[in-house]
């Protein structure tokens, strides 16, 4: 049971490079988000989708591009990467609205 | 600005004393949920309480919920050191499934 999984774990970028960041989830979840977590923020919702090709904004999205054709894959893009995204980046899926959502583990981006 | 928003910042036990969190939010909500996360590790869910009841227990969880104060609190009892962790509340809004999450109550359970 794979459940939630994001690629790459840690990745170390350059100012104005483009970054994408993978998730799968293995359960057919219809809902998908994005988050970030820095200290002290907490975890700030980047994007979300309800199913394939529904995708929203969240708190923090400037910057951002995501992407949901297929239920499964739910990709981050930065398009021009910048320090203050600099951050940990959660993927997360769940089942129906409003029911409990399942994380994956991470992926800590560095922007240099 | 942020929907759910927890208090304490950070709280400080010894194992067997009890440990309470509270969350405030602004908005209507579907439901309020509590997760845990381990340093360095994704969240965990732990408890979900819909805008219609009050109160709800999950082994040495309880959560209560006052929706014409929109806070809720979470109680874990006897507490151990393993409990040691980030606690976080999240509110969905009503009729919708958008999920947003407070800064958080860091938990340390000195043994």
């Not at chain 1, 999205?61 to 980046?89: C, I, M």
């Not at chain 2, 381990?38 to 082994?59: D, T």
């Amino acid at each position: 049971d794979a459940g939630i999984t994001q690629s790459p774990r840690y990745k170390i970028t350059e100012t104005g490079r483009q970054v994408t960041l993978m998730c799968h989830q293995t359960w057919s979840h219809s809902y998908m988000f994005w988050y970030r977590q820095d200290l002290g923020h907490g975890l700030r919702l980047i994007y979300y989708s309800a199913a394939a090709d529904i995708t929203d904004k969240g708190e923090v999205s400037d910057g951002y591009v995501v992407s949901r054709s297929k239920t499964e894959n739910f990709p981050l893009t930065l398009e021009s990467a910048t320090r203050s995204q600099t951050s940990v980046y959660f993927c997360a899926s769940a089942g129906g609205s409003g029911n409990t959502i399942y994380f994956g583990e991470g992926s800590w981006l560095t922007v240099v | 600005s942020q929907q759910g928003e927890e208090d304490p910042q950070a709280l400080s036990i010894q194992e067997g004393e009890n440990a309470t969190m509270n969350c405030s939010y602004k908005t209507s909500i579907n439901n309020l949920q509590w997760y845990r996360q381990n340093s360095g590790r994704g969240l965990v869910h732990l408890i979900l309480i819909r805008s219609n009841e009050r109160e709800k227990h999950s082994g040495r969880l309880r959560v209560t919920l006052d929706t014409s104060k929109k806070s809720s609190s979470l109680l874990i009892t006897a507490s151990r050191a393993a409990d040691t962790a980030s606690y976080f509340c999240a509110t969905v809004n009503t009729g919708g499934f958008k999920t947003i999450f407070g800064a958080g109550t860091r938990l340390f359970v000195k043994a």
